[in-house]
């Protein structure tokens, strides 16, 4: 059953610099998203991207944050310049469609370490 | 602004038990609702959607249940395994959005 990928599984960085968190989708999905999950805390939601741009973000992306869909299989999330509340689970998810009707299926996750 | 919340926020019940885990949130406007299952440290397993317009859905040993009106979910599990045991999360997809709002999970041990 094809299932969404991320790379790497845990990345330790030093507070202030420049990470990239890597996904790829379900082949045939045209539907991302990033969400991450603080230590202890709710799922939330960061930001929704469709037809090459962003569909939808939340108060927590801000300008530290950018995605990007380099080719045809990856799907980015870049934290420019890190902080320790940045530290966190962050999982990538892709639908095939607008997700009303179908399940947004979730990647293993990254575990981000800000030091 | 949606919030969904989780009761209780841990439970803990011998194998074969059958039992039940809640879910409410705040808006009824979603687009649908889904529980995932959690493993410490891992991703999230989607279980079972339910479209606003559907009342349960069943898959195997999984019964989930949606009252839109009322704002509530249930996830009914039936005889308990110990591999049952993992953080059960509820989350909706609200209307006019693509963003799914999350409760804090269930923290469900199942007792060999």
């Known amino acids: 059953e094809p299932e969404v990928t991320q790379t790497p599984s845990h990345q330790v960085t030093q507070m202030g610099q420049e990470v990239i968190l890597r996904c790829v989708p379900i082949s045939n999905h045209l539907y991302f998203y990033w969400y991450r999950q603080i230590l202890g805390q709710k799922v939330e939601f960061l930001v929704s991207?469709?037809?090459?741009?962003?569909?939808?973000k939340s108060e927590i992306f801000d300008d530290q944050f950018s995605v990007e869909r380099p080719d045809g299989s990856n799907f980015t999330l870049k934290i420019r310049s890190t902080k320790l509340e940045d530290s966190a689970m962050y999982f990538c998810?892709?639908?095939?469609?607008?997700?009303?009707?179908?399940?947004?299926?979730f990647g293993p996750g990254t575990r981000l370490t800000v030091l | 602004k949606q919030e969904v919340t989780q009761i209780p926020a841990a439970l803990s019940v011998p194998e074969g038990e059958n039992l039940v885990l809640n879910c409410s949130f705040t808006d009824s406007a979603i687009y649908n609702l889904q529980w995932f299952r959690q493993d410490p440290g891992k991703g999230l397993t989607s279980l079972l959607l339910i479209q606003s317009s559907q009342r349960e859905q069943t898959s195997g040993r999984l019964n989930a249940s949606l009252d839109k009106s009322s704002g509530r979910s249930t996830l009914y599990i039936a005889a308990s395994q110990p591999g049952d045991s993992a953080t059960y999360l509820c989350a909706v997809l609200i209307q006019g959005a693509q963003k799914l709002v999350f409760g804090q999970g269930t923290r469900l041990t199942i007792n060999p």
């Open positions: 998810a892709s639908s095939p469609r607008t997700g009303y009707k179908d399940t947004q299926y």
């Open positions: 991207f469709y037809n090459n741009e962003i569909s939808e």
